[in-house]
């Protein structure tokens, strides 16, 4: 079995966690009484304010500057963003179903999201220094 770069790997499940989260929030539009919400400005009770429609969107993109950063950071910062950012994004996610009020497909992909950012976190933790990559 071919041996595959532990940054390549790590990139492409931030590019899978991220695409996930978009079609997360596609799907979650599909559905009318959220949707009804969002045209409101007040989705689960919160105000939809610029400020924090700015603090998720700061948020994502460290999801997404980890797409890059997997790949071009050397082993021991790579390893530690990885495995602080997996366990961070696993907290976020996690956080928001303790209110209980979502949707199935927002458990399903929840659920998927969570189980991928513990699992950067834990193939992070588990890498080992390899002087040839």
Same mark, same amino acid.
């Given at each position: 079995?071919?041996?595959?770069?532990?940054?390549?790997?790590?990139?492409?499940?931030?590019?899978?966690?991220?695409? $996930?989260?978009?079609?997360?929030?596609? +799907? %979650? =539009?599909?559905? !009318?009484?959220? @949707?009804?919400?969002?045209?409101?400005?007040?989705?689960?009770?919160?105000?939809?304010?610029?400020?924090?429609?700015?603090?998720?969107?700061?948020?994502?993109?460290?999801?997404?500057?980890?797409?890059?950063?997997?790949?071009?950071?050397?082993?021991?910062?790579?390893?530690?963003? $990885?495995?602080?950012?997996?366990?961070? +994004? %696993? =907290?976020?996610? !996690?956080?928001? @179903?303790?209110?209980?009020?979502?949707?199935?497909?927002?458990?399903?992909?929840?659920?998927?999201?969570?189980?991928?950012?513990?699992?950067?976190?834990?193939?992070?933790?588990?890498?080992?220094?390899?002087?040839?990559?």
């Amino acid at each position: 079995m071919e041996k595959i770069d532990k940054k390549i790997i790590l990139s492409t499940l931030w590019i899978f966690l991220v695409v $996930n989260y978009i079609f997360c929030d596609v +799907f %979650t =539009l599909f559905y !009318a009484p959220n @949707l009804h919400q969002f045209l409101t400005g007040f989705v689960g009770g919160m105000e939809l304010t610029q400020g924090f429609l700015l603090t998720f969107a700061i948020i994502m993109e460290f999801a997404m500057v980890m797409i890059v950063l997997s790949r071009v950071l050397k082993y021991t910062l790579n390893r530690w963003f $990885n495995i602080v950012g997996g366990l961070a +994004f %696993t =907290l976020v996610q !996690a956080g928001t @179903l303790i209110g209980g009020d979502f949707t199935i497909h927002y458990l399903f992909f929840s659920l998927i999201e969570i189980s991928t950012t513990l699992y950067i976190a834990g193939l992070a933790w588990s890498w080992k220094y390899n002087k040839a990559v």
